[in-house]
């Protein structure tokens, strides 16, 4: 089946600095989904983007839709202490392949 | 507006012992998931229902797991007997659309089986 590759695993940053992380997939997708979770709480969606190529923005947080569609980033500019929790990407084919099949998700934590 | 409801947020209980979980979803999202989130891992689709019908039950282990949306609004997820293994995180979520990754997740129910 498809698999998701999130990396980092996990990143350590001081408050005020910029964070990447990014996901790569064997297979392509008509969708990619970037999820956060606090701890104790289900998942809540930041950014969504359906075309290859597209830069979404919301707020602090930057994703695009890699060209090739088989991978996708997320940055976030300027981290605070809130930031802190893990960030899932998930990936979904087209039509009736509806699916999400999520990464692993990256750990981050905030030093304030 | 209220999220997505799920009861109980945490239970433990023996192995071999039933269990089961509540979902209320978002009002008018006639889509309704049930996921599996495992220690360190993302979600992982159990059954998918649209209204009252399980459209998606592919990956639900039928031999001990069952779930029901009678009424196309609740839903039930319910393990019998329950195995060590099974202690993980059952999520809800529900959307506008079957076919959409939009989705609106509960903050889960923890399953500790001992």
């Known amino acids: 089946g498809q698999q998701l590759n999130q990396s980092p695993q996990s990143m350590f940053i001081q408050e005020g600095e910029d964070v990447s992380m990014n996901c790569t997939s064997s297979s392509i997708f008509n969708t990619w989904l970037w999820y956060k979770q606090d701890p104790g709480e289900g998942p809540v969606l930041l950014i969504a983007l359906y075309k290859a190529g597209e830069l979404t923005s919301n707020g602090r947080l930057t994703a695009q839709f890699g060209i090739t569609r088989k991978d996708s980033f997320l940055n976030i500019s300027a981290s605070i202490p809130s930031d802190v929790g893990i960030y899932f990407c998930?990936?979904?084919?087209?039509?009736?392949?509806?699916?999400?099949?999520f990464g692993k998700g990256t750990l981050l934590t905030v030093n304030p | 507006e209220a999220g997505v409801v799920q009861s109980p947020r945490y239970k433990i209980i023996e192995k071999k012992q039933p269990v089961a979980f509540w979902c209320n979803p978002i009002s008018g999202h006639n889509t309704l998931y049930w996921y599996l989130q495992n220690l360190g891992q993302g979600p992982e689709l159990l059954i998918r229902?649209?209204?009252?019908?399980?459209?998606?039950d592919s990956q639900l282990p039928k031999d001990r797991f069952s779930a029901e949306r009678l009424k196309g609004v609740d839903s039930t997820l319910k393990i019998q007997p329950a195995e060590l293994g099974d202690s993980a995180v059952y999520l809800c979520a529900s959307s506008s659309g079957g076919y959409t990754g939009e989705l609106f997740f509960g903050e889960g129910s923890r399953l500790t089986v001992l």
């Open positions: 998930a990936g979904q084919g087209g039509g009736s392949n509806y699916k999400l099949t």
């Open positions: 229902y649209e209204n009252e019908e399980a459209v998606d």
